[in-house]
């Protein structure tokens, strides 16, 4: 009842902020243009959005534009059914993705940029980063894909899939620059480029950001600072055109960070640099994309000691060198009518090279290994009934390699003796099939199912790395035995334009997981300055079982006004545990049970553009055991923006405007994290 009242207050709030829009426009209302809305990740071949087998949203460029967040993972919030645990106050997320989609997460969820895949397989980069690697001028979409997508996609692929498309050159040259300050002494500066010449075409983007950042406690120790952050980040990319079916694409992407994690010598910097290549080739009867990337990352996590409070550096974490190379080849044939095949061949490389410098010390620790994967995959797509009925049917196996593994320290620590450990070259493999069904009764309404398989590999991290964070307080142990996660999971639903401008979609899902990796707890020691040490290794513990039901509606109001709600029930237990049953039928810690959205996007190039978001969340719990837990908070959230002259933008963004500090994390060891409150940033454009 509460969530309900809640809700209601936030709906009539919006109906009284959008009702002088609607009285005030006289434009036609929208047509539904969702309907031609172009999808690429559900099928890896582009099709509508309401063919589409799984459950699809896309986030189009003017939406992106719209939102007040820079970064792709806040952009998501509002997206039904995703969740992101993480406040960007935070700065670092450590060694988790903090998505959740469907109650699946912490690094379960693929991400691509144009393809190219982002989770790295040896230091969880795309965590430290927060997703900000990428500038928000130059995407194109996002679509996310729901539920298992292994069968196209290979490993991370349990959740879904959230697929970030860059922009292609525009035939008229556009020339932006921008500059923001905020609170917390938040300040940035990007620029943006893009044009064609003839068959050619160029594109680049880039800035850089500061913030003195925020306390992230309610009463901060001694030792406690404000979490800063300084970013560069750039992209360029440059097009061909051999003809109007066959064209070639080269991007390089460069992200440069330096983010304190709230004590003085607790911080970290990270280096990343990217590149890849496209190329796709369509005739009447095939089709062929092809694609080549390279990704590097250089990350230091300088870490302090809880021995002396924090007062000092004691050691640093080096990730120098560690790389991942891969390939993906796909052809397509395109005159089978009905059907539609595609068969294709991905190979991917991950280098992990560690190692810890300790102050003061001859002290020598670090780990390394490769990881191989070869994965052939296939899709088939097959339309009957003038196109009404369409089925899906797709598999892929992954072929896995794990060798030259290897971790060492030549110091004892945490009472264990020193040790120089070589791992055996290990080699597996999974098979990841899928189908799903979408019909058309009327030109109006989709009914769709699908169900599949998702599984994800365990990482080089994870394999070989001893873990040890929080001054010496937690202290996790490599597992080389680890087994692969995998989920099946199944949907069923309906989406209708229940009038001309009013559409609608209700969707039930249910997963079961196996073979989750987590920690498992092996012991407890005393540590300096009375606190005590948990000591864990990683290991397949869990078994899990989540279901929920996802609505959503939009409302294409008039041609300035689209209104959006959505709700997501989910529930996630965990089913088995081998390290403590006593927790099985627990919640899983980070996940709300009830999840709503509710807002609204006006945009009047005469008068102004406004977008709100109004954010509800509850019965989220923070750990296993489920005795820490939020009831549940609300946020709101907006920007608004107005074009003072052809060239000159001015802009307003506001986060968390009532200023409800809610906990981000609840910790009876570490101390609670809380989200810092109402930031706003105003921010001024230039264009020529």
């Known amino acids: 009842m509460k969530a309900i009242r809640w809700m209601a207050m936030i709906g009539l709030g919006l109906a009284v902020l959008i009702y002088p829009l609607i009285a005030g426009a006289q434009e036609e209302t929208k047509e539904a243009y969702r309907l031609d809305t172009m999808v690429v990740s559900a099928t890896r071949t582009e099709m509508p959005a309401i063919d589409a087998p799984q459950s699809v949203t896309v986030l189009t460029s003017e939406q992106l534009m719209a939102s007040p967040f820079d970064r792709v993972e806040d952009i998501l919030r509002s997206v039904p059914g995703m969740y992101n645990f993480r406040h960007y106050a935070l700065q670092t997320n450590g060694i988790y993705s903090p998505m959740k989609l ?160 709230g004590r003085e010598y607790f911080h970290n910097d990270c280096q990343l640099d990217q590149y890849w290549a496209n190329f796709s080739h369509a005739t009447d ?19 302090d000691s809880a021995n002396d409070n924090y007062s000092s550096a004691f050691r640093d974490e080096k990730f120098k060198g560690t790389y991942t190379w891969g390939g993906d080849l796909q052809g397509t044939l395109l005159n089978l009518d009905p059907a539609l095949l595609t068969i294709g061949a991905s190979y991917k490389e991950a280098v992990w090279k560690y190692d810890e410098d300790y102050h003061g010390s001859s002290r020598d620790a670090g780990g390394k290994g490769t990881q191989r994967f070869v994965s052939p995959f296939a899709n088939l797509d097959l339309k009957f009934l003038d196109e009404q009925l369409i089925f899906n049917v797709g598999a892929r196996y992954d072929w896995i390699q794990t060798s030259n593994g290897a971790n060492w320290d030549t110091a004892a620590s945490a009472g264990k003796k020193p040790y120089d450990n070589s791992y055996d070259t290990k080699t597996e493999g999974s098979f990841s099939p899928k189908l799903g069904v979408a019909w058309h009764p009327d030109d109006r309404t989709t009914l769709r199912a699908s169900g599949g398989k998702g599984f994800r590999a365990p990482s080089l991290f994870e394999l070989y790395k001893v ?96 209104l959006f709600a959505n709700y997501t029930y989910n529930v996630s237990r965990v089913a088995k545990d081998k390290n403590n049953s006593s927790i099985e039928g627990n919640t899983l810690p980070n996940d709300p049970r009830h999840n709503a959205h509710a807002g609204f996007h006006y945009k009047n190039p005469k008068w102004f553009n406004l977008s709100m978001y109004a954010n509800y969340y509850a019965d989220i719990y923070f750990d296993n055991e489920n005795t820490l837990k939020n009831d549940d908070y609300w946020t709101l959230d907006s920007s608004i923006s107005r074009r003072l002259t052809d060239n000159f933008t001015i802009y307003f963004n506001a986060e968390n405007i009532f200023d409800y500090r809610y906990p981000i994390f609840l910790s009876p060891s570490a101390g609670d994290t809380i989200a810092p409150g109402a930031t706003f940033t105003c921010g001024l454009i230039f264009e020529f």
């Open 102 to 261: 469907r109650g699946v997460g912490n690094n379960r969820l693929l991400i691509l940029v144009d393809g190219v895949p982002q989770n790295d397989n040896f230091n969880n980069a795309i965590a430290w980063v927060a997703w900000g690697h990428i500038p928000k001028h130059v995407i194109e979409r996002i679509e996310i894909v729901r539920g298992p997508a292994s069968a196209l996609y290979g490993s991370e692929g349990l959740g879904g899939v959230i697929h970030i498309i860059t922009k292609k050159p525009s035939e008229e040259r556009q020339t932006l620059v921008r500059g923001a300050a905020g609170t917390a002494e938040t300040y940035d500066a990007h620029g943006f480029y893009s044009q064609k010449f003839g068959d050619f075409g160029a594109m680049a983007a880039g800035g850089y950001a500061k913030s003195n950042g925020f306390y992230l406690q309610e009463d901060p120790a001694s030792y406690n600072i404000k979490r800063y952050r300084k970013v560069w980040q750039g992209l360029v990319k440059a097009t061909y055109d051999f003809t109007p079916a066959s064209n070639l694409s080269f991007a390089a992407l460069y992200y440069d960070h330096d983010m304190g994690q």
């Open 285 to 303: 009867a095939f089709g062929l994309k092809a694609l080549l990337y390279l990704n590097r990352a250089d990350k230091t996590a300088y870490q």
């Open 467 to 562: 873990h040890v964070r929080g001054g010496g307080t937690y202290y996790r142990e490599a597992n080389p035995d680890l087994d692969p996660e995998q989920i099946w999971s199944y949907d069923v639903g309906a989406e209708r334009f229940l009038t001309d401008q009013l559409w609608g979609r209700v969707t039930f899902y249910q997963s079961f997981a196996r073979d989750y990796i987590g920690d498992r707890l092996t012991g407890t020691g005393s540590f300096g300055g009375g606190k005590t040490r948990y000591e864990y290794k990683l290991d397949n513990i869990s078994k899990v079982d989540i279901y929920g039901i996802e609505s959503e509606l939009q409302w294409y109001a008039t041609n300035f006004l689209t």
